[in-house]
């Protein structure tokens, strides 16, 4: 149970490096849970959401060993159960890849049902419907029996699956169930996400035959076997070094960011921009600062499937819309409800409305300092760079929801000139673990 505490008003300057990707690595880790041997996963991020993925992979009975902090062997052979029913699965939502991963593997997946974030529903409709496509059986609502999923495909083939809207989850987990399908599998209108490129170069890389991914349509040819042996680095989070570019823009600082993919970043550098900002790119960072005589003016977001705006930058954009001058607009396109981090930020004096799935935001001056609560792992980010923005002591309760996805944030922004610390104990008295 602890808080950040932050106290705000100093422009952030200097330089930081990204860490490995959240959201490929939790796909990759599933992932090499279907291989026939070992492999080397590098540039692992050191966060909670890891930790729980190793947890869950070891408690099938694979063997994960930390060469150090950032590098992991794993080797899937001693994998003894196709199932995965104990408290931890509930912990996040990425849980759901070992049922692509084990389905693979052992032709069975018996999986407790996902955690995740509270964004209000968050189905698996389109990951089941896809299963039963390939002749997976136990995908029908009525044969989930206390939460738990019990699916057996004898043999898992191939199919063509659509997806209504092109999702992240389903893609990865489908193309984790294709790899090793017998036949061959389509996914139309897949999602096209930096980190499903990533989990589908890791299977290329350890003998599967995935063609198309970051496009709409990914073909994979099911193989016998996936030898492994070999290693593989997790791409650059773009969340987190997005994450760190509002950082530096709403503090008034000057901040270059390395080790990240400039392209990943266009939805966000284009928008800033927009907005006033200056976002200089070299091959392999960032720079982010405003001029001095430059006007920082509100703008309209929609999120959307990459390469749109994504929707895990949209609470830190809107605190880069609270400081713009005039009427700017969040449209969430992607979420039901993803507002939550709204109240918290309104007792920081931010002037915003939402209604249904648009914010209405007018600019403020600066936001105040206060005791807040991270509502959510992107929700918290956001809060930390408003309280890094406001001038005084802010609180940050329920914090460890956002270790869940920045390594050493506490590190990171102290190397940038700013005045945070962990504070061991709850900023409210509910508060708790994420
Ligand atoms: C992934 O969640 C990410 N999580 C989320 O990031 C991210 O917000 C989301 O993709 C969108 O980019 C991980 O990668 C671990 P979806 P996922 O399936 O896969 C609907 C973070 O902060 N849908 O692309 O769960 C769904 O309700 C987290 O790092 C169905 O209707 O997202 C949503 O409206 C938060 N049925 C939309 O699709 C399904 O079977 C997109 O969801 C699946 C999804």
Redesign the pocket.
Same mark, same amino acid.
């Given at each position: 149970m602890y808080s950040y505490r932050i106290n705000g008003g100093k422009p952030l300057r200097g330089d930081i490096t990204i860490s490995g990707s959240?959201? &490929?690595v939790?796909?990759v880790l599933a992932a090499s849970m279907m291989l026939d041997g070992p492999c080397i996963l590098e540039n692992v991020p050191d966060i909670s959401?890891v930790k729980v993925m190793v947890e869950l992979c070891r408690t099938i009975g694979a063997t994960i060993e930390e060469i150090d902090k950032y590098t992991l062997r794993i080797d899937p052979t001693t994998i003894n159960t196709y199932t995965a029913t104990g408290p931890e699965v509930s912990k996040?939502? &990425?849980s759901?890849?070992l049922l692509g991963a084990l389905l693979a593997r052992c032709g069975k997946a018996y999986l407790r049902m996902?955690g995740?974030?509270n !964004?209000?529903?968050?189905? +698996? @409709?389109?990951?089941?419907?896809a299963f039963k496509a390939m002749g997976a059986k136990g995908t029908n609502a009525r044969d989930i029996e206390n939460g738990i999923i019990k699916l057996e495909a004898n043999p898992l083939h191939g199919a063509r699956v659509f !997806?209504? +809207? &092109?999702?992240?989850? *389903? #893609?990865?987990n489908v193309m984790l169930a294709a790899t090793k399908a017998q036949g061959v599998t389509m996914i139309i209108n897949a *999602?096209k $996400?930096p980190?499903i490129v990533d989990v589908a170069n890791f299977l290329n890389s350890m003998g599967a035959k995935i063609k198309g991914a970051g496009t709409d349509t990914i073909r994979i040819t099911g193989v016998p076997t996936l030898p492994g042996n070999f290693s593989y680095s997790i791409i650059p989070d773009q +969340?987190e070094a997005g994450t760190y570019m509002i950082a530096a823009a709403v503090t008034g600082g000057d901040v270059t960011i390395h080790n990240l993919i400039p392209t990943h970043m266009e939805p966000l550098s284009a928008k800033m921009r927009e907005m006033g900002y200056t976002v200089e790119e070299d091959d392999e960072s960032i720079r982010v600062y405003k001029e001095p005589d430059a006007e920082i003016e509100g703008t309209n977001f929609k999120t959307a %499937?990459?390469p749109g705006f %994504? #929707? @895990?930058l949209q609470p830190q954009a809107v605190v880069l819309l609270c400081l713009a001058s005039g009427m700017s607009k969040m449209h969430e396109n992607?979420? $039901?409800t993803?507002f939550q981090y709204v109240a918290e930020l309104q007792k920081m004096g931010a002037n915003i409305n939402c209604i249904e799935r648009v914010a209405l935001v007018s600019g403020v001056d600066s936001f105040k300092p206060a005791c807040v609560t991270a509502t @959510?792992?992107?929700a918290g980010a956001a809060l930390v760079c408003a309280a890094l923005e406001a001038p005084g002591v802010s609180y940050i309760g329920y914090a460890s929801r956002i270790d869940?996805?920045y390594e050493n944030i506490i590190e990171k922004l102290t190397s940038l000139g700013a005045d945070v610390e962990r504070v061991e104990k709850p900023v409210f008295d509910n508060d708790g673990e994420a």
């Open positions: 959240k959201n &490929a939790l796909g959401d996040i939502r &990425a759901y890849y996902p995740g974030c !964004f209000g529903q968050r189905p +698996i @409709d389109y990951h089941l419907k !997806f209504d +809207i &092109a999702s992240v989850g *389903a #893609t990865i *999602a $996400e980190h +969340i %499937p990459y %994504p #929707t @895990d992607v979420w $039901e993803r @959510d792992l992107r869940r996805g």
